[in-house]
């Protein structure tokens, strides 16, 4: 959502923050993550166009917090004119669990472009070890520690280096692990490295993905949630942990292709098909 403000911004469009008044042309409330006392200012207008950003369904890839999905809907239902579900992936779970969104549309996310860029990228060399790196804000268990500890037992550290940016509910001793850090120096080490892997588990439109993208790096992804959808040609899926050796093999024998064939969605791209559904 910084982003997509950003990239409103730089349109000349004037974006206010926390306003709810007769003046603004329309809105973009996120999930149930905003100041809910709006809402009593936005039932006072005149058919304001609300465009509702949803993800998850939450408690899929929380494993609990249904409940919040539940009044998610219900501010939906209330007050959306238009829905933004942000992969195709969240699309088909959410009817699937017998939510009924308003005028759905498909909008995937997109990463900052003056952070997540290719500019400095390191080239791919097969003449040194390949640089693998994963990210994650979460240590919950859902995003896949369980395979990253699996990796850490059993790559071949002789031939790659392994990065881990964040949090993980596992710990490593061939993995280099460290804290999170902000996005521009999460980029660098990104530009550094060859290869992205995410493991994470029913994850909607994973921002963490779509940046690695982002910075030119080829994704292996556990087949799961939105990963699919937004990878493409751009890398290979998993199902069990023992099959990543093998995929990181693939694309380093064969990075330029992959490489070509990334795809990422970008927020210039989220912010026509969000003025679009206030134009509709």
Not at 15 to 28: A, I, K, M
Not at 128 to 153: C, F, H
Request: charge should be negative.
């Amino acid at each position: 959502m910084l982003a997509l403000r950003n990239e409103f911004s730089r349109r000349g469009i004037n974006v206010l923050v926390n306003e709810v008044n007769e003046s603004v042309e329309g809105y973009f409330f996120d999930s149930v993550w905003f100041d809910e006392g709006l809402l009593n200012d936005l039932a006072k207008l005149n058919r304001p166009k609300v465009v509702h950003r949803i993800d998850g369904p939450i408690h899929l890839y929380r494993g609990k917090d249904k409940e919040i999905d539940d009044r998610i809907f219900e501010i939906n239902r209330a007050f959306a004119t238009s829905t933004v579900l942000q992969s195709v992936f969240t699309m088909r779970k959410v009817y699937e669990v017998g939510y009924r969104p308003v005028n759905p549309l498909v909008v995937w996310n997109g990463a900052n472009p003056e952070i997540f860029n290719l500019t400095g990228r390191q080239p791919f060399s097969g003449n040194r070890k390949t640089r693998i790196i994963s990210t994650s804000w979460s240590n919950n268990p859902l995003k896949g520690g369980d395979v990253y500890k699996w990796l850490d037992e059993n790559l071949d550290f002789d031939r790659v280096e392994y990065l881990f940016v964040g949090r993980a509910s596992a710990n490593f001793r061939n993995i280099r692990m460290i804290e999170p850090v902000g996005s521009e120096k999460l980029a660098e080490y990104l530009r550094s490295s060859d290869i992205y892997i995410t493991a994470s588990q029913n994850d909607p439109c994973s921002n963490a993905l779509i940046e690695a993208m982002s910075c030119g790096l080829p994704a292996v992804y556990l087949n799961s949630g939105g990963h699919p959808e937004l990878v493409g040609y751009g890398g290979l899926p998993f199902e069990e942990a023992s099959e990543v050796p093998d995929c990181l093999d693939r694309i380093s024998a064969h990075y330029n292709l992959f490489q070509n064939c990334l795809r990422p969605p970008t927020i210039a791209q989220a912010a026509d098909a969000y003025l679009a559904c206030l134009d509709d």
